[in-house]
């Protein structure tokens, strides 16, 4: 879990620094979302390589996690050395997140090797820790002030290449089947079972709201704190960006230990509909004190991400133990595919319609509430139809 942290710390490693950026390489708000996004799109291209391909189920996890680990380290910290504008960066950053890609799908199936009958628990720390990764660079800008942005990304590298040797050391566990012949229709078959699908398409609304809201979350701590001259330094932005991110944390941890009593689709319903409504409200109660809007943000932070292991727990017990590396690979990769979107649009109308652009998101958490229950919709809408129909004939 902790390799998962520091493994995790590459992701938004330029987001740590999106203050130091905009002005060395004179970039727009719209330009900064390209470089999350470029991390996302070979994040994509990486999943769908190893979900179509078989691959993340025909060779250890632990193996693909440590080699996945030294080449994003490099690529991350090739950035800052041979990099000199936004043309050139966007390249180091798509090859970080294809390495991505056997971090965090291949992350998920080693947790689920050591404790399959406690994936809800088990993923709630995982993503726990990567969600602290995420937000790392942030704390890392925030307690170095004084460090340049380019020893803030070599240093998220170096975790990386930490986390790779971790996992290197402590190999896989012993209820997930290795080398096993490659599938390259274990996406497909993980699709056709109606449990996955449900799972599947939550947990897709759910990442259109969850990366655009990290992405945004250092203009909108900016904002609140604009008309605080001794607050609005760059060391406050990146500590309560930090704070606001990592306190996912505490929604992905209570909430895998909540699963055990109460479920993981109880737990995602319950964060998708009070993430939503953070997303419906937050631009109109931009009067109320700083601190209360602050303290909103963070709750917006525990409950949008809460739900994510949940999902990959629900889609995990869902399929064969044969294709669960595929299947989370698939769910991740179309997950982040959509992310890319969401991210453009919102650094993109940011500087038009500010904090409005939260309604952007909106659609994610009601989308994502609507396959999770489709089916007991579709029943109870069934139901309340005959009912009428027995109400109207008398019958």
Request: charged share 10%.
């Amino acid at each position: 879990m902790f390799a998962q942290l520091m493994g995790g710390s590459i992701w938004f490693s330029t987001n740590g620094v999106a203050d130091q950026l905009l002005v060395a390489w004179s970039l727009s708000t719209s330009e900064l979302g390209y470089l999350t996004s470029a991390v996302q799109l070979g994040f994509i291209i990486g999943t769908f390589v190893f979900a179509l391909s078989g691959l993340s189920d025909r060779y250890k996890a632990s193996q693909i996690f440590f080699i996945s680990c030294l080449v994003g380290a490099a690529a991350n910290a090739s950035l800052p050395y041979f990099s000199h504008s936004i043309e050139s960066a966007l390249v180091f950053r798509f090859l970080t997140g294809i390495a991505l890609a056997g971090i965090y799908p291949l992350g998920m199936k080693l947790i689920i090797s050591w404790a399959p009958n406690k994936a809800g628990f088990t993923l709630g720390w995982l993503v726990g820790m990567l969600t602290l990764g995420t937000a790392l660079p942030h704390l890392l800008r925030s307690v170095g002030a004084d460090y340049s942005w380019q020893t803030i990304i070599v240093l998220s590298s170096l975790l990386a290449v930490v986390a790779g040797i971790i996992i290197y050391l402590l190999g896989d566990g012993p209820h997930l089947s290795n080398n096993a012949k490659l599938d390259k229709n274990a996406a497909r078959k993980a699709f056709k079972i109606p449990a996955f699908r449900a799972a599947a398409f939550g947990y897709f609304g759910h990442m259109w709201e969850l990366y655009a809201f990290w992405t945004i979350t250092p203009l909108l701590v900016m904002r609140i704190l604009e008309n605080f001259t001794e607050w609005s330094s760059s060391t406050y932005v990146a500590a309560l960006s930090f704070v606001i991110i990592g306190s996912g944390f505490i929604g992905c941890t209570v909430g895998g230990y909540l699963s055990h009593k109460w479920g993981s689709k109880t737990i995602a319903t319950i964060a998708l509909a009070s993430s939503g409504l953070i997303c419906l409200f937050y631009p109109l109660v931009q009067s109320l004190p700083p601190l209360l809007l602050l303290f909103l943000l963070i709750v917006w932070g525990i409950t949008v991400v809460a739900d994510s292991p949940q999902f990959s727990a629900m889609s995990a017990k869902a399929c064969p133990k044969n294709i669960v590396g595929s299947a989370l690979s698939i769910q991740n990769g179309i997950g982040f595919l959509i992310t890319i979107i969401s991210i453009s649009l919102v650094t993109s109308f940011y500087e038009n319609i500010c904090v409005f652009v939260t309604w952007i998101l909106l659609p994610g958490p009601i989308l994502g509430l609507f396959f999770l229950h489709r089916k007991n919709a579709i029943t109870i809408g069934t139901r309340l139809a005959a009912t009428r129909s027995q109400e109207i004939t008398g019958t």
